[in-house]
């Protein structure tokens, strides 16, 4: 059974927290990848920033709905949330892009299970970490490349 170690891309392309939007774009384009893992000096994995963070900065900033019961204004939608996608709307950094505290899989996690989670969470890419660090990435592309035979790849 195939495992994440033996997809997994190891030459890991990674970006600072403190970068700007504009660059981590770039890196993202150039490179024809979907996410890329933020690490700070020391390699600790502080979140992932994916296409659809830096696409979140086209939305327009949703207006709270309200209604009334017994004359009090109840809002639709959360504060926090609505904070939330100012946050990412107004974003000049990388830190306030991201997604904080990705979900992350070990070496020997097996493809079925990694396959499950892009699935069922729409995840496009998943930092693989041991011990704390990272050592590779995870990519649908990967995933697909399991489905070809040996001798067409």
Known sequence: M????????????????DAEIVHAAKLL????????PVIDKAGTLL?????SDLIAQQKKLPIPSFFTILDGLIALSSMKQLEKQVQ???????????TPNPVTVHPDTDI???????????????PVVK???LVGILGKEDI??????????
């Not at 979140?47 to 296409?51: E, F, K, V």
């Open 47 to 51: 979140g992932i920033l994916c296409q």
């Open 29 to 36: 384009l150039e490179n024809r990848i979907n996410g890329v």
């Open 88 to 98: 990412k709307i107004a974003a000049l950094t990388v830190a306030q892009a991201m």
């Open 2 to 17: 195939l495992k994440a170690k033996d997809v997994m891309t190891k030459a890991v392309i990674t970006v600072a927290p």
């Open 131 to 133: 011990k704390g660090e």
């Open 112 to 126: 079925e299970e990694i396959a499950a989670l892009m699935v069922d969470k729409n995840f496009h890419t998943i």
């Open 144 to 153: 697909l490349r399991t489905l070809i035979p040996k001798s067409e790849a």
